[in-house]
């Protein structure tokens, strides 16, 4: 079936520095990905959508500046937490469509992000 | 907007006992609804989905699911659950004209099962 990886699973950084998440497609092209976060004890909340060749549509709420999404390619779209801070710590998912196949929409394993 | 609204945020059963796990939603169009699981330390991962046809859905281990529209409910059942079964599940809507894949979840439930 279709695989996504996410890569790191988890990763701990300084408040001010920038963390690059990224999120991979292994066995099919995926146009469109989306970034999710899930807050200890709660569901996911979407953050934005990742359209490959242009740019990312964001939820309300979300900081385009902060949370910087590049698709630069058909199996690949990265997540940076820019200028990270403690309240930036979270659980942040990936997915992405599969045009064809019977899922049809897979997520990522996750990273664990801990800004310190 | 989307919304979606699972009743119980904890739930606890004895093994071989039956579940049912409630998701209302709320949206004015075509809907897509999905349940997803997610075992401890593990990313989710698809139960079952609904996109048209037989409102009961039957997906993977035992689990299904009834769609029904006019209650605008999508809720999840297995007959008799086992240990392994403890997990967090969510349901997710995602509007028929909507990009696929852009989702609303539920707030999750936690289910424990008990020997």
């Known amino acids: 079936g279709a695989v996504v990886s996410q890569h790191p699973s988890r990763v701990i950084c300084k408040s001010g520095t920038s963390v690059k998440i990224e999120c991979r497609s292994l066995?099919?092209?995926?146009?469109?990905m989306f970034w999710y976060r899930q807050f200890p004890k709660k569901s996911l909340m979407l953050m934005a959508t990742s359209n490959e060749g242009s740019k990312a549509t964001y939820e309300q709420g979300v900081e385009k500046d902060k949370f910087l999404i590049n698709h630069a390619s058909l199996t690949l779209s990265t997540l940076t937490v820019t200028s990270a801070h403690p309240e930036d710590s979270s659980f942040y998912i990936c997915?992405?469509?599969?045009?064809?196949?019977?899922?049809?929409?897979?997520f990522g394993s996750g990273t664990r992000l801990t800004v310190v | 907007a989307q919304s979606v609204s699972q009743h119980n945020h904890h739930v606890i059963l004895s093994e071989a006992a039956s579940l049912e796990l409630g998701c209302n939603y709320s949206y004015g169009g075509t809907v897509n609804l999905f349940w997803y699981v997610q075992y401890p330390g593990q990313h989710l991962q698809l139960l079952l989905k609904y996109f048209s046809g037989d409102p009961l859905v039957k997906g993977i281990k035992g689990f299904e699911a009834e769609f029904i529209k006019s209650k605008f409910s999508f809720n999840l059942r297995k007959p008799s659950v086992h240990w392994s079964d403890a997990a967090e599940y969510f349901c997710?809507?995602?509007?028929?004209?909507?990009?696929?894949?852009?989702?609303?979840f539920g707030a999750g439930t936690q289910v424990v099962v008990t020997p």
């Open positions: 066995d099919f092209q995926a146009t469109t």
């Open positions: 997915s992405a469509r599969d045009q064809g196949g019977a899922s049809g929409y897979t």
């Open positions: 997710a809507v995602g509007a028929a004209t909507d990009s696929w894949g852009k989702f609303q």
